[in-house]
Antibody, heavy 121, light 108 residues
Framework: QVQLQESGPGLVKPSQTLSLTCTVS??????????WTWVRQRPGKGLEWVGY???????YSNPSLKSRVYISIDTSKNQFSLKLSSVTAADTAVYYC?????????????WGQGSLVTVSS | EIVLTQSPGTLSLSSGERATLSCRAS???????LAWYQQKPGQAPRLLIY???NRATGISDRFSGGGSGTDFTLTISRLEPEDFAVYYC?????????FGQGTKLEMK
């Protein structure tokens, strides 16, 4: 059973960089062409795709976030990470790490519990 | 960039009734890459339907998806108390994921 767990600071100052890590268990991050994904949800709002990376391939991010997103993989720790630069209060959200499932046509099946990140001075 | 518009924003129904939720795409999309999720307060989303009409593992057969082109629906045949939640449609295309804004299904 694939499990994902987000970790990182719960408070980030405006203009700084938000950094989150997702630790994966039950699967190797270096196997298969899975989409290791970040989704966020602002307080009281809907789901917003942030970006994904797949091992051995490229990373893609939401055009609305422009070039502020950087997603990377650390195979030695079986983790993937999100960095979001130049944050503002609008980046305050619960951030989920997630992954698709074989045969589910990119449906996001596995989800972490979510990590609340607040941007405030 | 594809925009998914869900309607209604809020749907008020009673247990035992049938719920029909709509998801409209701004342009024709591949049904294969259209999914639906359920989210309850304080929880991560749960994948219900993938490929527009296929139930994910462990999902009750009261949930069904359909549609093609630009118009897709999620139907819950007989509402149970645990079905009252927010539902999102989602599409994958051109290397991007897009979510609809959600439909809140509330108890009448």
């Amino acid at each position: 059973q694939v499990q994902l767990q987000e970790s990182g600071p719960g408070l980030v100052k405006p203009s700084q960089t938000l950094s989150l890590t997702c630790t994966v268990s039950g699967a190797s991050i270096s196997s298969g062409g899975y989409f290791w994904t970040w989704v966020r949800q602002r307080p009281g709002k809907g789901l917003e795709w942030v970006g994904y990376i797949f091992y051995g391939g490229s990373a893609y991010s939401n055009p609305s976030l422009k070039s502020r997103v950087y997603i990377s993989i650390d195979t030695s720790k079986n983790q993937f990470s999100l960095k979001l630069s130049s944050v503002t209060a609008a980046d305050t959200a619960v951030y989920y790490c997630a992954r698709d499932h074989d045969g589910f046509y990119y449906g996001i099946y596995y989800w972490g519990q979510g990590s609340l990140v607040t941007v405030s001075s | 960039e594809i925009v998914l518009t869900q309607s209604p924003g809020t749907l008020s129904l009673s247990s035992g009734e049938r719920a029909t939720l709509s998801c409209r795409a701004s342009q024709s999309v591949t049904s294969r890459y259209l999914a639906w999720y359920q989210q309850k307060p304080g929880q991560a989303p749960r994948l219900l339907i993938y490929g527009a009409s296929n139930r994910a593992t462990g999902i009750s057969d009261r949930f069904s998806g359909g549609g093609s082109g630009t118009d897709f629906t999620l139907t819950i045949s007989r509402l149970e108390p645990e079905d009252f939640a927010v539902y999102y449609c989602q599409h994958y295309g051109a290397s991007l994921y897009t979510f609809g804004q959600g439909t809140k299904l509330e108890m009448k």
